[in-house]
C-alpha cells in the first residue's frame, strides 16, 4: 500500500469539506503534515496543504488521485495545529484558516508568486588569489576585478565592474566561481525614535516587573501576565530584557504591536537591540521582503517576529515568550472570516509552546486582569507626574471648542508648545438636515447618515464609500436651509487653522483620510509633527496610539462621550482607554507643564470620571463588577451572528431558524433584532451570551451548518463573529 497523504485543498467555499486522501507517489513520499502540494482537485489544479498522514484509505485505490507536484516552502506542523484550532474556535474552515497561516505569496492559485531572490554572484577562487599574488597573465582589467573580490568577498556580478563575458572568461580559466545565490531583499529599517542599542540598568519597579517573567523562562513554565504601566512607565524596556532571556534560554520570540505605521518606535527599539535576529512581518513590506522574512524564521536564523496582527502566525520554532503590546486595541480583532483575535491566539501558540505570555498595556481590558497575573508599573521613568484632567461640560455649549479649550490652546501656542487635540469623526460635519423638513441625507446603500467632507465637496457614507455631492437644497422639499450637525477633524482643523495657525505653528491633521494619501503618509505627518517646534496635531484616535511625542503639553479629546453612545458593552471601556491614553501622552515636556481637557456631554459617566483621577483600578473594578452582574465577558462569552440578505424577511427568518436550532443550554440568545442596512443588504442579528464557551460555539457553528444548507439559507449570507469588537 503506497502512503495517503489526506489534503485540505484550499478554496472558500464552505460547501466542499476536506481533508481529502491522495496516494503519494514515490517522489512525494516524504510529504508530511504541512507540505504544500498541487493537487487535481474537481477538475482543477489546486493547492493543497498535507494536514495528517495515512497508511490506507476507504478510498479504492483506483480511484485514489496523485498530487501533481510539492511546493515550497512548507508549512511548520504546528501552524496547521493552529490552523485546525482556529477554524474550530472562529466558526470557519479548516482551508480558510491554513490560507491565514500560509508563507507571503502562496495561496492564490498553484504557484508560488514569490520566490527567493537569486543574483549571479561572482567568488574568487584559490586559483585567482595565487594568480594575484604571483603575477600570472592578466589584463589591467582583469586584475582590478581579481582584487575587488579578494577584498570584498563574494560580490553579485554586476558590482564587480566587470561585464557578463569578462566575468566568463576569468570563470573558465578557473580564477573565480560564478553562481547564482540567493539574495535577501531586506526591510528599510526604521528610525523613528530608535535608541542607544544597550540596556539601561533598570529601574525598581521594572526589576520587580521582569523578576516572575524571568523565573518562569528559566524554569520554562508556561506563566501568563500582564504588565499594567502607563505611557513612559518602561513597559518596552522589560519586553526587550525579557526577550534577551528568552533568546539566552536558546527560545524564539513573538512580538504584536496593534499598528505598524503607528507603532514604529517599539520596532525600531527591538531592531536596535536585536539587529538581524528580529523579522519584521506586515503589509506595507514589499511581497519580496515579507517573504525573506518569513523564510528566515521558518529557517530560524531570525529568531524574533515583530509585527502586527497577522504576525501572530509567524513561523517560530521553539517559541518561549509571546508579547502583546497594547493589548487593549481593537485592531488585533480580525474583521475578515475566519474572524480571528490575535490576542487569543497568541495565548493559544504561548500555551501550545509552554511559552511565557506577556500582554501590556496602560489600559488593559477587564478580561485580561481577570485572567492575567498582573504586574504594575506605576512611576513614569522621568519620575514626572501624570498630568491633570479638567472635565469641561459642554452641554449648554454652542460652539465645538469650549472656551477653556480655546484658552488653552492659545496658551500653548503663545509658549511655543505642542497640543493633540483628539476627535472622534473624520470629515467636517456628523450629518446635515433640512431646517425646514428635517430631512437628513443618508447613504442610499446603508441606513446610516452620511457625513459632510468639505475639501472634497462630498457627503462620504464612511461604511461602504458611497460618495455624492453636497446639496444646495433639499432633496426632499427644496428649502436651501441645510443644517450641519457636529464637528470632525476636518472641521475642527480648518477653526485652529483659522485661529492659530501660521508656519511656525503647524495644525496637521492624522486621521483615516490622511492615511488614504498613500504609503507612508501617516508616517510623514507623525514625523513632521515630532520635528516642528510648536503646532497642532489633529485627529482621530489614531493620535492617541503607540507613538509617543515628548514634548506635548497639552491634550485635548473633543465629544468624549461619542464612544458611550454606541450600544456595546465595551463602550465604558473605550471611552476610559482614549481618555487615559492621551492623558498619558502629554506633560511630558517640563515642570508642572502638562495639561488635559475633555470635552464631554456625559461628565458623570463613571469611565470619564475615573479617568480624570487616573483611577485605572477603580475603574477597573467597578467595570468587572458590572460585567459580572450583566454576564458579559470575562464572565461569557459572546458569540454573533449577522444574517444578510436582499430581503429584510429572509435576514430575519434565518435568524430565527438558527436560533432555533442553538442548544446550548446555559446560553442567552439576543433576537433576533434588525440591524441597519449596509451595502444595500438587509440584516439581522443574533447575540449569544454563553458562560461555557466551547458548547457554545460548537452549537452555533452547528447551526449555522445547517441553516445554510436550507433553501433559506442559499439566499441569505451567515456570518458568525466569536468575541465580536
Ligand atoms: P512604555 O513602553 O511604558 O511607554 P518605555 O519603555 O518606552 O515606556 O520607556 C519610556 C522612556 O524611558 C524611553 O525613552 C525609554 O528608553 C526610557 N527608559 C525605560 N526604562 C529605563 C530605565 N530603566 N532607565 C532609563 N531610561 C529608561
Ligand atoms: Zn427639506
Ligand atoms: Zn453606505
Same mark, same amino acid.
Given at each position: 500500500m503506497p502512503p495517503i497523504a489526506r489534503v485540505e485543498p484550499l478554496t472558500t467555499t464552505r460547501a466542499l469539506r476536506g481533508p481529502f486522501d491522495y496516494r503519494l507517489p514515490p517522489a512525494l513520499a516524504d510529504a508530511d503534515v504541512g507540505t504544500l502540494l498541487a493537487v487535481p482537485f474537481a477538475g482543477r489544479e489546486l493547492l493543497g496543504v498535507v494536514v495528517e498522514r495515512a497508511t490506507s484509505s476507504e478510498v479504492p485505490d483506483e480511484r485514489l488521485a496523485e498530487p501533481r507536484a510539492r511546493v515550497e516552502p512548507a508549512l511548520p506542523a504546528e501552524l496547521v495545529e493552529l490552523a485546525r484550532w482556529i477554524a474550530a474556535e472562529y466558526c470557519s474552515t479548516f482551508s480558510r484558516a491554513l490560507q491565514l497561516v500560509l508563507p507571503p505569496g502562496a495561496g492564490r492559485g498553484v504557484a508560488p508568486r514569490v520566490r527567493v531572490r537569486e543574483l549571479l554572484t561572482a567568488e574568487i577562487s584559490r586559483e585567482g588569489r595565487a594568480a594575484l599574488a604571483d603575477g600570472a597573465r592578466l589584463t589591467e582589467r582583469q586584475r582590478v576585478v581579481l582584487e575587488r573580490l579578494?577584498?570584498? *568577498?563574494?560580490?553579485?556580478?554586476?558590482?564587480?565592474?566587470a561585464d557578463h563575458g569578462g566575468l566568463r572568461r576569468l570563470a573558465d580559466r578557473g580564477l573565480l566561481v560564478l553562481e547564482p545565490r540567493a539574495q535577501r531583499r531586506r526591510p528599510? $529599517?526604521? %528610525?523613528?525614535?530608535?535608541?542607544?542599542?544597550?540596556?539601561?540598568?533598570?529601574?525598581?519597579?521594572q526589576r520587580a516587573a521582569l523578576e516572575p517573567v524571568l523565573a518562569a523562562l528559566v524554569?520554562?513554565?508556561? *506563566? =501568563? !501576565?500582564?504588565?499594567?504601566?502607563?505611557? +513612559? &512607565?518602561?513597559?518596552?524596556?522589560?519586553?526587550?530584557?525579557?526577550?534577551?532571556?528568552?533568546?539566552?534560554?536558546?527560545? %524564539?520570540?513573538? @512580538?504584536?504591536? #496593534?499598528?505598524?505605521?503607528?507603532?514604529?518606535?517599539?520596532?525600531?527599539?527591538f531592531q536596535a537591540r536585536f539587529g538581524d535576529t528580529v523579522a519584521v512581518l506586515h503589509s506595507q513590506l514589499g511581497q519580496g521582503?515579507?517573504?525573506?522574512?518569513?523564510?528566515?524564521? =521558518?529557517?530560524?536564523?531570525?529568531?524574533?517576529? $515583530?509585527?502586527?496582527?497577522s504576525a501572530v502566525f509567524a513561523p517560530l520554532a521553539d517559541l518561549g515568550l509571546v508579547i502583546?503590546?497594547?493589548?487593549?486595541?481593537?485592531?488585533?480583532?480580525?474583521?475578515?472570516?475566519?474572524?480571528?483575535?490575535?490576542?487569543?491566539?497568541?495565548?493559544?501558540?504561548?500555551?501550545?509552546? *509552554?511559552?511565557?505570555?506577556?500582554?501590556?498595556?496602560?489600559?488593559?481590558? #477587564?478580561?485580561?486582569?481577570?485572567a492575567l497575573a498582573r504586574l504594575r508599573l506605576s512611576q513614569r521613568v522621568d519620575g514626572r507626574p501624570l498630568p491633570p484632567v479638567e472635565v469641561l461640560d459642554m452641554r449648554d455649549a454652542r460652539h465645538p471648542l469650549h472656551p477653556t479649550t480655546r484658552e488653552a490652546l492659545g496658551d500653548v501656542r503663545?509658549?511655543?508648545?505642542?497640543?493633540?487635540?483628539?476627535?472622534?469623526?473624520?470629515?467636517?460635519?456628523? !450629518?446635515?438636515?433640512?431646517?425646514?423638513?428635517?430631512?437628513?441625507?443618508?447613504?442610499?446603500?446603508?441606513? $446610516?447618515?452620511?457625513?459632510?467632507?468639505?475639501?472634497?465637496?462630498?457627503?462620504?457614507?464612511?461604511?461602504?464609500?458611497?460618495?455624492?455631492?453636497?446639496?444646495?437644497?433639499?432633496?426632499?422639499?427644496? &428649502?436651501?436651509?441645510?443644517? =450641519?450637525?457636529?464637528?470632525?477633524t476636518e472641521r475642527i482643523e480648518t477653526e485652529l487653522l483659522e485661529a492659530l495657525g501660521d508656519p511656525e505653528f503647524p495644525i496637521l491633521r492624522l486621521d483615516a483620510d490622511t492615511a488614504r494619501g498613500g504609503k507612508g503618509a501617516v508616517a510623514r505627518t507623525l514625523e513632521r509633527f515630532d520635528r516642528a517646534r510648536a503646532g497642532v496635531l489633529v485627529g482621530t484616535q489614531m493620535v492617541a496610539k503607540g507613538h509617543d511625542f515628548p514634548d506635548v503639553t497639552l491634550g485635548v479629546v473633543l465629544d468624549a462621550d461619542q464612544t458611550l453612545r454606541f450600544p456595546d458593552f465595551r463602550a465604558e471601556e473605550r471611552t476610559f482607554a482614549l481618555v487615559a491614553q492621551l492623558a498619558g501622552r502629554a506633560g511630558r515636556g517640563g515642570?508642572?507643564?502638562?495639561?488635559?481637557? $475633555?470635552?464631554?456631554?456625559?461628565?458623570?459617566?463613571? &469611565?470619564?470620571?475615573?479617568?480624570?483621577?487616573?483611577?485605572?483600578? +477603580? !475603574?477597573?473594578?467597578?467595570?468587572?463588577e458590572r460585567r459580572r452582574t450583566l454576564t458579559y465577558p470575562p464572565f461569557a462569552s459572546l458569540i454573533r451572528l449577522t444574517c444578510s440578505a436582499e430581503a429584510a424577511d429572509d435576514a430575519a427568518a434565518a435568524a430565527q431558524a438558527v436560533r432555533e436550532r442553538i442548544s446550548a443550554p446555559d446560553a442567552v440568545?439576543?433576537?433576533?433584532?434588525?440591524? !441597519?442596512?449596509?451595502? *444595500?443588504?438587509?440584516? %439581522?442579528?443574533?447575540? @449569544?451570551?454563553? #458562560?461555557?464557551?466551547?458548547?457554545?460555539?460548537? %452549537?452555533?457553528?452547528?447551526?449555522?451548518?445547517?441553516?445554510?444548507?436550507?433553501?433559506?439559507?442559499?439566499?441569505?449570507?451567515?456570518?458568525?463573529? @466569536?468575541?465580536?469588537?
Open positions: 579578494a577584498a570584498g *568577498g563574494p560580490l553579485p556580478a554586476t558590482a564587480t565592474g528599510l $529599517v526604521q %528610525s523613528v525614535g530608535a535608541r542607544a542599542p544597550t540596556a539601561p540598568a533598570l529601574t525598581a519597579e524554569a520554562g513554565e508556561a *506563566g =501568563r !501576565f500582564l504588565l499594567h504601566g502607563v505611557t +513612559g &512607565s518602561g513597559k518596552t524596556e522589560v519586553y526587550l530584557q525579557a526577550a534577551q532571556a528568552a533568546l539566552a534560554a536558546g527560545r %524564539s520570540v513573538l @512580538v504584536l504591536v #496593534p499598528e505598524i505605521a503607528l507603532a514604529p518606535q517599539t520596532v525600531a527599539r521582503e515579507r517573504y525573506d522574512e518569513w523564510l528566515r524564521l =521558518r529557517g530560524g536564523e531570525a529568531r524574533i517576529a $515583530v509585527g502586527p496582527r502583546v503590546d497594547e493589548e487593549h486595541e481593537p485592531a488585533y480583532k480580525h474583521e475578515g472570516d475566519p474572524r480571528y483575535d490575535a490576542r487569543r491566539v497568541a495565548a493559544w501558540r504561548a500555551r501550545q509552546a *509552554g511559552a511565557v505570555l506577556l500582554n501590556g498595556s496602560a489600559t488593559p481590558r #477587564p478580561e485580561s486582569v481577570h503663545r509658549a511655543q508648545r505642542k497640543a493633540i487635540v483628539l476627535v472622534n469623526r473624520r470629515g467636517w460635519s456628523n !450629518f446635515l438636515s433640512c431646517r425646514h423638513c428635517g430631512h437628513v441625507w443618508s447613504c442610499p446603500q446603508c441606513d $446610516v447618515a452620511l457625513v459632510l467632507h468639505q475639501r472634497d465637496g462630498a457627503l462620504a457614507c464612511h461604511h461602504c464609500g458611497h460618495r455624492e455631492r453636497i446639496p444646495t437644497t433639499c432633496t426632499a422639499c427644496g &428649502s436651501a436651509s441645510v443644517a =450641519r450637525h457636529g464637528a470632525g515642570e508642572g507643564s502638562g495639561r488635559v481637557l $475633555v470635552q464631554t456631554l456625559s461628565p458623570a459617566a463613571p &469611565s470619564i470620571v475615573a479617568a480624570a483621577r487616573h483611577d485605572a483600578d +477603580g !475603574f477597573l473594578a467597578g467595570e468587572l440568545v439576543l433576537g433576533p433584532a434588525p440591524l !441597519f442596512r449596509l451595502r *444595500g443588504r438587509e440584516r %439581522s442579528q443574533l447575540v @449569544v451570551k454563553a #458562560p461555557r464557551r466551547r458548547a457554545a460555539i460548537a %452549537s452555533v457553528a452547528a447551526a449555522v451548518d445547517a441553516v445554510a444548507r436550507t433553501a433559506l439559507g442559499r439566499r441569505v449570507q451567515l456570518s458568525a463573529d @466569536v468575541d465580536p469588537q
